[in-house]
């Protein structure tokens, strides 16, 4: 079901599926909207979660204002959209900057947050490959999927994808010490060829004190386009399973005391 909120002035697409007990939140991706995650992935969930997403400012069927996108503005979007949905605690499902979002969201708001998952996310902007959109045309897809949706037309398109690079290439600014205070579980999943570095993602993992770790193999950061039913496989098996998990020979943590 879909339906417009208001937040803070801001008319707010969101869309519900599903009538599970609790509720897992989508949080799309930068320069995408929430029907790619619930068409994909979010169908995986529907049987057994309350399904739950919605478009930020200037994505999807959300309309964009004048204000520079920034992620703390994002996030802060994003509270306000868990407060009006009156739920105790929600899993966070996010991808690429909507995993970026997840992690601020916990951050200040832990009491929100029962289990992340983070696909494709870099906590800090020098921890991408360069990612250059030039003056060329916008991946196959993507202007049109933009069109079909905004409110603004296809022709504020080029506003909102500048708005993107500046953020992306100066935000987001987290420190490992700021990742040692997410305690909620949390799942990080990427492809093995990612436009988030290996090493960058694996140093996320290490800081986070309840991480689990999954690269997908043949898999890019459209992960979840490429291998959709895997992808979902493995978060609801992470969302429902038990925390911590129960392995035969526990090393890292061990040591964490988990």
């Given amino acids: 079901m879909a339906a417009r909120i208001d937040i803070d002035g801001l008319n707010t697409w969101t869309e519900t599926r599903g009538s599970g007990e609790n509720t897992v939140v989508l949080l799309h991706g930068g320069l995408s909207n ?61 991808w690429s900057d909507g995993g970026i979002v997840a992690m601020l969201v916990a951050l200040r708001r832990p009491d929100l947050v029962d289990r992340l998952v983070l696909i494709g996310t870099n906590f800090h902007f020098e921890g991408i490959h360069e990612l250059d959109l030039g003056d060329d045309a916008p991946p196959v897809g993507l202007l049109e999927s933009y ?60 800081a986070l004190p309840a991480g689990r770790l999954c690269v997908l193999p043949g898999a890019s950061h459209t992960v979840v386009i490429e291998r959709p039913q895997l992808v979902a496989a493995i978060i609801e098996d992470f969302l429902e399973g038990a925390e911590p998990p129960e392995t035969l020979l526990p090393i890292r943590r061990a040591r964490l005391g988990t």
Avoid at 57 to 85: C, N, Q, S, W
Avoid at 153 to 174: C, N, Q, R, S, Y
């Fill in 34 to 94: 929430s029907d790619v995650l619930f068409d994909l992935i979010g169908s995986g969930f529907e049987q057994d979660f309350r399904v739950f997403g919605f478009d930020r400012r200037g994505h999807g069927y959300t309309a964009d204002t004048d204000e520079p996108f920034h992620y703390d503005d994002m996030a802060t979007h994003a509270i306000k959209v868990l407060e009006h949905l009156g739920e105790s605690k929600v899993h966070l499902v996010g």
């Fill in 147 to 206: 069109a079909e949706r905004s409110p603004d037309g296809a022709d504020h398109f080029p506003v909102v994808a500048e708005k993107f690079m500046a953020m992306i290439t100066t935000e987001p600014t987290l420190t490992t010490d700021d990742l040692m205070r997410l305690e909620h579980p949390t799942l990080v999943l990427v492809g093995d060829d990612d436009l988030v570095r290996l090493d960058h993602t694996v140093a996320l993992y290490e």
